[in-house]
């Protein structure tokens, strides 16, 4: 006969499927916060709902016709450079989903199919500081001289959002992981998202 789970592995296992569970949920809510943030500043925007359960579906396009909001002023179109930031916009928001998309797999894989996808979702997270900084600039760049300050500002309030969303996204394949499958060391000269100061790393996931 199969041996019976003892108390401390039912324990063990109720702690790990809670934990399982916040991680995902805390993930999905970060990734919206972003997405919120983000589709205050370039108004109006469809913004779909951010979470795991989207699954493959793209989030709805920034139309042409938008204004920039930082502060408490509204810029019109006819005062920026409305093609690269709608671009920049669209990208972001594109990123968030594949991002939200991850975070589903990730959750409903076993665990050796959840570290085989660490290598994915850390490119994910650079994809995201890159689209971040491009958003940023494109905004900061587009916007009038008087407004600079105001847009700096307003981005910088995007990129907390995104510190905390990329924190919940680790913490999302931590949950999923064991630690056995982890190893990070080795320096590779950069900042990421995530992690205080140069990032060290040799990932292996399997």
Not at 38 to 59: I, Y
Not at 67 to 79: H, K, L, M, N
Not at 142 to 157: G, N
């Amino acid at each position: 006969m199969p041996e019976e789970p003892s108390r401390a592995d039912e324990w063990a296992e109720s702690i790990q499927n809670t934990y399982q569970n916040r991680a995902t949920a805390s993930t999905g809510d970060a990734l919206q916060d972003v997405a919120d943030a983000v589709g205050d500043v370039v108004t109006p925007v469809q913004r779909p709902e951010w979470g795991p359960e989207l699954g493959g579906e793209r989030p709805p396009e920034l139309s042409a016709e938008f204004a920039i909001r930082v502060g408490a002023e509204a810029t019109p179109s006819t005062e920026f450079d409305v093609e690269s930031v709608r671009t920049a916009a669209n990208e972001l928001f594109e990123t968030l989903q594949l991002l939200a998309t991850g975070v589903d797999a990730i959750s409903a894989a076993g665990d050796a199919a959840a570290a085989d996808a660490g290598s994915a979702l850390f490119d994910g997270i650079r994809l995201l500081q890159l689209d971040v900084d491009r958003f940023e600039q494109t905004v900061v760049d587009s916007l009038p001289e008087r407004l600079a300050t105001a847009a700096k500002s307003t981005v910088d309030r995007i990129k907390d959002k995104v510190k905390r969303a990329v924190g919940s996204l680790w913490n999302t394949l931590f949950a999923h992981t064991t630690l056995d499958n982890w190893q990070v060391s080795g320096g590779i000269g950069t900042t990421l998202p995530g992690f205080t100061g140069n990032v060290t790393l040799a990932l292996t996931f399997d």
